[in-house]
Each structure stands twice: as C-alpha cells, then as structure tokens.
Antibody
Framework: EVRLVESGGGLVKPGGSLRLSCAASGFSFSTFRMNWVRQARGKGLEWVSSITRTGYTYYADTMKGRFTISRDNDKNSLYLQMDGLRADDTATYFC?????????????WGQGTQVTVSS | DIQLTQSPSTLSASVGDRVTITCRASQDISRWLAWYQQKPGKAPNLLIYKASTLQSGVPSRFSGSASETEFTLTISSLQPDDFAIYYCQQYKDYPLTFGGGTKVEIK
C-alpha cells in the first residue's frame, strides 16, 4: 500500500524557517518524481515544487529562492526547507507522488501538514 | 504561465442529475489535463488524466472530454458521494497550475 506521511508543520513567526518531511512507503521511492502542493484554508490548490528522480528541481515563482525541495532516496523521504516564511505561506502542505505512467499526473497524496505563519 | 479557468465556481444539483464542469486553458496544453475530487478535510483524489482517461478504481459515471483548450468533466448521474469540490490541473508545463475549483452542492 502506498503511504505518504508528512511531518514538520507548526506555528512559526514571519521570517522564520521550517523543514517539512514526507516519509514514503509501499513503492520504489527512488523511481518516482515527487511534489509539494499547498492549500490555504478554504482556498484552492497551489503547486509549490517538484523534484525528479535524479534531483532536478522546479519551483513556483513565489517560492523560488525561499523554498528548497530535496529527497533522500536511501531514506525514502522527501523534504521541503522553507525559509523567509510569510503570512501568505500559511497552508496545508501535501506531499504528492507522480504517477508511474508518463501520461498521468499525481496519483497519491499524503494527508498534509499544517503550516501557520503568524506573530 | 498557463492559466486554467473553471466554471461554474459553484453548482447546485440533485442526486441523479447529469453534471458538467468546464475548464478552459489559456493556451494549448495538448490534453495534459487532470481532474481531482476533494472532500472536506481530505486530500484530493485523482479522477481523470490525459483529459479523458479514467483513473483505476474511479466509477464509470465520471468522464472527461476535450476540445482544443476547453476541457469538460461530466458526472452522468450524480450520487450522494459526489458532493465535493472538483479541480482541474494542467501538467504540460511548469509551473503546474490548477483551476480555481468547482463546488458541487446539494440543491
């Protein structure tokens, strides 16, 4: 069974940092592109970042330079280092797996971890 | 960036109704479009990818179609479990983008 379990969320002051983690199990983690998607309360979905199997990264413009996605294939884990946090970064952050088929998009999502940026 | 415009933003319907949601892309995305269903407090669930391919395990009452830059999600006969928010997403190019969502509520 595919499982994605996020952790590391919490309350942080503006300008602060957090590191989110996603523990993956039930599949060959190293062979899948992975993503972070966020959702502010009552709002829509917003793509944050993606990382390929080989470590190439992509970022949304509003996160570029502040967020860093990484992966440890030996630990079956995905990370999101978030620096310079702002109030509008407050959201639930989902760890998301790309499908194995190149025709498909995202087939498995974690349950999310809440990040709140407030003084 | 590729913009996706979903309509309507809210849809009131009854069980058994045929429901159609539209997603319009700002440029050609060559059918690289997915539809997701999200229920309150839950993660999104993939329904359809490549505009019209049903994800494994998704009921056949869901279908997707495409005409150039206009994409449609259809629920042939709305069931009580289908009241939720639906999002389209393009994955042709980065940045990946989502539509604003369509809430399907009980009439």
């Amino acid at each position: 069974e595919v499982r994605l379990v996020e952790s590391g969320g919490g309350l942080v002051k503006p300008g602060g940092s957090l590191r989110l983690s996603c523990a993956a199990s039930g599949f060959s983690f190293s062979t899948f592109r992975m993503n972070w998607v966020r959702q502010a309360r009552g709002k829509g979905l917003e793509w944050v970042s993606s990382i390929t199997r080989t470590g190439y990264t992509y970022y949304a413009d509003t996160m570029k330079g502040r967020f860093t996605i990484s992966r440890d294939n030996d630990k079956n884990s995905l990370y999101l280092q978030m620096d310079g946090l702002r109030a509008d970064d407050t959201a639930t952050y989902f760890c998301v797996r790309d499908c194995s088929s190149t025709d498909c998009s995202h087939d498995y999502w974690g349950q999310g971890t809440q990040v709140t940026v407030s003084s | 960036d590729i913009q996706l415009t979903q309509s309507p933003s809210t849809l009131s319907a009854s069980v058994g109704d045929r429901v159609t949601i539209t997603c319009r892309a700002s440029q050609d995305i060559s059918r690289w479009l997915a539809w997701y269903q999200q229920k309150p407090g839950k993660a999104p669930n993939l329904l359809i990818y490549k505009a019209s391919t049903l994800q494994s395990g998704v009921p056949s009452r869901f279908s997707g179609s495409a005409s150039e830059t206009e994409f449609t999600l259809t629920i042939s006969s709305l069931q009580p479990d289908d009241f939720a928010i639906y999002y389209c997403q393009q994955y042709k190019d980065y940045p990946l983008t989502f539509g604003g969502g369509t809430k399907v509520e009980i009439k």
